[in-house]
């Protein structure tokens, strides 16, 4: 059973940044591809950034140039940096495999940038 959570969502002022968490169980981080995705209200979950085992990290188009994202196998760990947040990227984050295995999804975490 693989558990994934995430964690430091926040509201932010346009502009701003916030760096997201997940730790999941198992040795998901270190084998499998993984990825951040997110959810905006009234739309469909998409893929933001996503990241191989060695390190090899690809972005959304939307994003590429404010997000960063990261894994530390150690501590089964990936990280989303972002910078230079906008409204737009209101949402539910949630981090899982890339692609996405629907028993693993986490309770996300909120993230909210407004003024």
């Known amino acids: 059973q693989v558990h994934v959570v995430e964690s430091g969502g926040g509201l932010v002022q346009p502009g701003g940044s916030l760096t997201l968490s997940c730790v999941a169980s198992?040795?998901?981080?270190?084998?499998?591809?993984m990825g951040w995705y997110r959810q905006a209200p009234g739309k469909q979950r998409e893929v933001v950034a996503r990241v191989t085992p060695g390190g090899i990290a690809e972005y959304a188009e939307f994003v590429q140039g404010r997000f960063t994202i990261s894994r530390d196998k150690a501590n089964n760990t990936v990280t989303l940096q972002m910078n230079s947040l906008i409204v737009e990227d209101t949402g539910v984050y949630y981090c899982?495999?890339?692609?996405?295995?629907?028993?693993?999804w986490g309770q996300g975490t909120q993230v909210t940038v407004s003024s």
């Open positions: 198992g040795n998901i981080v270190r084998i499998l591809r």
């Open positions: 899982n495999t890339y692609p996405s295995n629907n028993a693993w």
